[in-house]
């Protein structure tokens, strides 16, 4: 029989969120009649934004009509798209990207997933703890992990253990390592990095000729001006940072799938003979390989975020989200909850009560409350004893689970 | 610095339809005011379906609604989509195929491009010369294969040659092959393959224990009713086969962008102990991990190519494709030309006239008549010889193209 790559078969019995999926099916089975809120999964709730709606009928309109139709779109994105992500998400800010720099697709999770495929093999990969899953396991399946551990900790990764000691701001790892994924405002725990953490982590990369991936999906969401929406804003990290970007939460586009990455001209990798390689070409050769651009009403949908109308209206929606994580951040702590996140990323990083872990305070939470969230341990090991619940919901769910949460937890 | 993935070096220079946009674009720079007609990349011109933009602005509607709003779809795609699926790609056809075989994605170029991913590293890939080059490129991108050689080929690869004598029917490989990809109809040739060619090649795959990896992209524009529109009409090939599906050219979506791929649970792999693995669950870990489900909007589409007005207006477009096609081959035959396909696939494969090489008769009709091709040699070493042009224009177009060559050919 044709051989497997066996690399799969070390990956933990499946993806977090699938997992989570079966606990709730079986929930729903037993309890046909409870309402269940989910503040688990980060998914957005609230309708397209009606700049983007009108956008997306015009250009589903566009493509009702010969002349106007598109086939085929360009391999790095549509102009219209990549000129307003240059202006917009960087040069509002000071950041000079170049529009040949960027590269749109249909998800961070793909570009996240995949971006590790332009790189070797043997390569040492950092990453925090707890962590996106698709990080880790995208370096499994590549074959750059050995065998997983009882912590849930696979052989040859270096894990970077963001604890409220250190302020969930990943430390510099001990060792040297060629990739680092760094994700701010992060996910899970909600924290952010401050300018100062970043340039450190930047001075590393350039000492250690490492390259950072560093995932900004919930960038739209940091409140505090001090800090960096863009790795580019320091000095020093075009020479070492790949950036992500997403449309998913920063306009409601989960369903709608678009994102774009950024690779800076300046990257290099070396190759077997020690020659310096350009890292954007590498990506962008992986891309027009095996991928074909995101589709032409989803790019008109996102260039319409960027529009006075757009703007306006996915922020507020933004600001909708973030009250619902004040105040699920407040329920929580009015109950003697401690509670991290919340104030420049939709994530609420909560303690578990003292003797609970991870599952079971998701399943308490679940089978008494009806409510769902994200056991912490399901990001790693360091997530042991955290719960991340979500501001993604709308305002009378979110304030009914709170209400529940403090009800069935005060028995 | 951070070692790249060396593979990647292999690669020849770009992307063959990259390579072809910049002679296309340095023509154009020389001559701004010449018209170019293009039946080079086989990329779709007719508005889409009025059935399909109903459904797309239908589900913009859904969008714009919190109660019909649709974040994260379900992984392997929306049930309304799905079960189309089974009963008219297949059931309709008197196959079998479960809901939970099928994975619907962004397109079948990535899906092509990943399936190899599934599969160890040292598997021995069989393949067709010519042939669609992401088959090729991700295995040598994996390092599935050694060095490129002078004619374009990579060591390692089995390479199984289609030309005229052999009808451009795939030969059984003659050593042991793990993974085959077939494409039928073909891409470049717009050959078929018999229910016996199909028979044949289920029988050396069970005998081999080998996975035949069949691109059906294009079995909308079968005409002959006595050949098979899936490879699942044969018998056994649920134990040996998997099947990627398109909407591109059957639904004009190379710009919307949505496939699916069949992976039949009776489809196992071996471990490195020997242990049969399901391939159904590997691809289902793959895309659950390193994938996000095609766009709500880009499903409602598919979904309603096949509701009755959908089928009705989608074949229409096929028989206008097919129009093209055989004004084309008509036209190559009666300047002389030796012309191939364009019975069964929307593509001609015709011979270049003596002593021109391919990409010598891609230059002399891009420069001379002002028509993009796509040169057979591109497709691999046996495509030499050979130019693709295919009946996605327009009407006007495809009938200039056809007199503006027969003018030049004549001079």
Redesign the interface.
Known sequence: ??????H??K?KA??LF?DIGKRIKAFQEANPTAKLIRLG?G??????A?AI?KA??EA??D????ET?????P?AGYDFLVEKIVAHDYGARGVKIATDEIVVS??T??DS??IQ???????VVALTDPVY??YV??NV?A?RTGEVDDSGRYAGLVYLKCTADNGFAAPLPDRHA??VYLCYPNNPTGAVLTRAAMQKWVDWARAE???ILFDAAYEGYIRDAEIPHSIYEIEGARECAIEFRSYSKAA?F????CAYTVVPKEL?????KGQ??S?NA?WL??M?????A?????QKAAAAAYTDEGRKQTRAQIDFYMENARIIREGLEAMGLTVYGGRNAPHIWGKTPPGLGSWDFFDKLLNEAHVVSTPGAGFGPAGEGYLRLTGFG?RANTEEAVERIRTKLAR
Chains 1, 2 share one sequence.
């Open positions: 029989m044709t051989r497997i790559n066996d799969y078969l990956l499946s993806y699938a999964i998914d957005v709730t609230q309708p397209l009606p709606v997306m009928h589903v309109d493509m009702a009509r010969a139709f598109k086939g085929y779109g391999d249909d998800g999770k793909q997933g995949n495929e332009i790189f070797a093999i043997d390569s899953p698709v396991d995208s399946m074959g060629d990739l000729h490492a390259v409601g989960t369903g709608v799938r290099r990798g070396r190759d077997a310096p390689v890292l590498l050769r992986r027009t390989t095996k991928y074909n995101a589709p032409y009403i989803v709308s």
